[in-house]
């Protein structure tokens, strides 16, 4: 029985994650050179929506 060439098979992942990833990002600069929102799962760079509250002092205390 023929040994199974493990490099080789994560080499080829390694090269369709890299081709995905350069699809997107060129899908991604098309689309903000045409004037296009991005698209709905991909936040804006500037977002601030990481789950996270806002910091101390920018609302007024509940109850004051």
């Given at each position: 029985?023929?040994?199974?060439?493990?490099?080789?098979?994560?080499?080829?992942?390694?090269?369709?994650?890299?081709?995905?990833?350069?699809?997107?990002?060129?899908?991604k600069a098309a689309r903000?050179?045409?004037?296009?929102?991005?698209?709905?799962?991909?936040?804006?760079?500037?977002?601030?929506?990481?789950?996270?509250?806002?910091?101390?002092?920018?609302?007024?205390?509940?109850?004051?």
């Amino acid at each position: 029985m023929a040994k199974p060439n493990y490099s080789f098979e994560k080499r080829q992942r390694e090269l369709a994650k890299k081709k995905k990833k350069e699809e997107k990002e060129k899908e991604k600069a098309a689309r903000k050179a045409a004037g296009l929102p991005p698209m709905a799962d991909e936040p804006e760079e500037g977002d601030a929506d990481d789950g996270e509250a806002a910091p101390s002092g920018t609302t007024p205390p509940a109850g004051a």
